[in-house]
């Protein structure tokens, strides 16, 4: 009868209507929350917050039920790890949580000199999990710290992506006056600084089929939308050899990423700023393999899309960018 049920939901969606979830956002969420107390050890007060922050959006967690068809099952993504976790907690030592890798540069330091470590998996952080998507950038950082961690500057992604983190490299000369122009100045000067060293996460040209980004969108998503669009994101780490250096995984493909772009000093979050700067994008999404919208290389900064402070209430949500987190070690 289930069966049969869903088979005539499916001959109407091309009509307009929505497909029915055996479970509703809330009791996703609810699975989440148990799973992330559990992986993480948080305790009952960082549950407190987590739920608070969730409660305040109606459309907060691993995409709407009622549309979204993930390409790939979590038993499956288990099952493409043999079985066991994927990530990997031998750094919880350095970076006092599982699945962090510790930032620092390869060729001069060693893991135990990193100052900071950043999430090796999407948010929730948890192997074959689906990642946490319709997130302000707001709603990031307020998450990040509700667990004892912080959003990552964009400096920092890039180097868990390049597999080697460098000094902050932020034009901070060019950003007066600040806004979109100050973005725009400060982008064009850092890719081309870059551009001749180019790499994505996985190595030095783009391929497909690595990543989790053979999915597609949803037919009735022509540009977005809680009620139109589903997150059809894979289980996150799900893909063994979308890895960079440092052990960090999905950096391109499955979620795009909150991010936090300085525009002074005193807005990095690196240096324990609670100020922050501007929103700022990272990697690319689930759907790369066939159409991709705009470079993604590691260190490619984006134009200033949907732009807004990162504490701004109004930041940018939609159905494929969620975040990652990093940790201040000393």
């Not at 289930?2 to 969420?29: E, H, W, Y």
């Not at 948890?126 to 946490?132: H, N, T």
Request: hydrophobic share 35%; aromatic share 10%.
């Amino acid at each position: 009868m289930i069966l049969r049920l869903v088979t005539v939901i499916a001959l109407f969606v091309g009509l307009g209507t929505t497909p029915v979830s055996a479970q509703s956002l809330k009791d996703l969420n609810d699975t989440l929350f148990r799973e992330l107390k559990t992986v993480h050890r948080l305790s009952e007060g960082q549950m407190a917050k987590v739920r608070q922050i969730f409660a305040r959006s109606s459309v907060m967690g691993q995409g709407n039920p009622a549309i979204t068809r993930h390409p790939m099952t979590e038993s499956q993504c288990r099952a493409r790890q043999g079985g066991g976790p994927l990530g990997s907690s031998k750094f919880a030592r350095i970076c006092g949580d599982r699945y962090m890798a510790p930032l620092y540069d390869p060729a001069t330091q060693r893991p135990e000199d990193a100052r900071a470590c950043i999430d090796q998996l999407e948010f929730p952080n948890i192997p074959c999990k689906y990642p946490v998507v319709w997130v302000k950038a707001t709603e990031a950082a307020s998450l990040c710290e509700a667990v004892g961690k912080r959003l990552c500057d964009a400096h920092e992604w890039e180097g868990a992506c390049q597999g080697a983190l460098g000094p902050a490299d932020y034009r901070f000369d060019l950003a007066g006056g600040g806004g979109s122009g100050a973005v725009a100045r400060m982008r064009a000067a850092h890719n081309a600084t870059y551009a001749g060293t180019k790499r994505w996460s996985y190595g030095a040209g783009f391929r497909r089929g690595v990543c989790a980004q053979a999915s597609s969108k949803s037919a009735s998503c022509p540009g977005g939308g809680f009620r139109n669009c589903g997150s059809n994101t894979y289980p996150v780490g799900a893909f063994k050899n979308c890895v960079s250096p440092l052990g960090v995984y999905d950096l391109n493909g499955n979620a795009a990423e909150h991010m936090n772009l300085p525009l002074a000093p005193d807005q990095m979050s690196s240096r324990g700023s609670k100020k922050l700067g501007v929103t700022e994008m990272k990697g690319s999404w689930f759907i790369w393999d066939s159409y991709q919208a705009h470079p993604d290389w590691c260190r490619w900064r984006a134009p200033f899309w949907h732009g807004a402070r990162v504490k701004s209430p109004g930041s940018h949500e939609n159905y494929h960018l969620g975040f990652r987190c990093c940790k201040t070690l000393r």
